[in-house]
């Protein structure tokens, strides 16, 4: 299940589940949004990114949705493994020809095999 | 391609010292970011340059901290008379376009 405490969010799933990661976003003016994974004491790694003309983009394993009405992102990740578990952040541009990017707080994924 | 380069990995000072991280971007990659993690936080913009110049430092503290992309050589981050709360992780990524590949990073811990 899906908890939140004083620490990172943290989603535990089972070996072979589907996990979906939630991130909301504040800036109408985005037009790029990314995930990335981090595993512990490494940088963060490029998942999927999705432009704000797009609701929708698929990668292997892994589907990115954005619903810019509420301005919500979210990260679909099929038959969740082990290897998957690693904090996931979401972030944002500032708007169109930004470059520097705002992180979420990031989302703790654990997998039980 | 050896991907983007940090060193120190890990960096120990003592309040008041100065810390020097240095970010080697991804070859054909002129820009360069900065961002800085808590534990348990996503990263926060520092500053972002290109070849020489800074473009961005509106994350930047105004005092003690300062960066540069010479025209050879690394990107280097300077942080001045570290204090306790300096202590981090410190993020560079380097782009050629829109995407960012970031490096693993140097832990600073200020004793």
């Known amino acids: 299940g899906e908890s939140v405490g004083l620490h990172l969010p943290t989603l535990s799933v089972q070996e072979g589940d589907n996990s979906i990661i939630n991130c909301a976003y504040s800036n109408s003016a985005s037009d790029y949004f990314i995930w990335y994974k981090q595993e512990s004491g490494k940088g963060p790694q490029f998942i999927i990114d999705?432009?704000?003309?797009?609701d929708k983009r698929q990668g292997q394993r892994v589907t990115v949705l954005l619903n810019k009405t509420v301005k919500h992102l979210s990260l679909q990740i099929a038959a969740t493994q082990p290897g998957d578990s690693a904090v996931y952040f979401c972030?944002?541009?500032?708007?169109?020809?930004?470059?520097?990017?705002?992180f979420g707080k990031g989302t703790m994924l654990l997998v039980s095999p | 391609n050896a991907g983007v380069m940090q060193n120190p990995r890990h960096l120990v000072r003592r309040r008041g010292q100065e810390a020097r991280l240095r970010c080697s971007p991804m070859?054909?990659?002129?820009?360069v970011y900065w961002y800085r993690q808590l534990p348990e936080e996503g990263l926060k913009f520092m500053v972002y340059?290109?070849?020489?110049?800074?473009?961005?430092e509106s994350g930047m503290p105004k005092e003690r901290f300062s960066a540069e992309f010479p025209k050879e050589g690394p990107s280097i981050l300077r942080i001045q008379q570290v204090v306790r709360g300096d202590s981090a992780a410190y993020f560079c990524a380097s782009s050629g376009g829109e995407s960012y590949t970031f490096g693993s990073g140097t832990r600073l811990t200020v004793v």
């Open positions: 340059l290109q070849k020489e110049n800074i473009i961005d």
């Open positions: 972030a944002e541009n500032k708007g169109s020809g930004y470059s520097t990017l705002t």
């Open positions: 070859k054909g990659h002129s820009h």
């Open positions: 999705i432009r704000s003309n797009m």
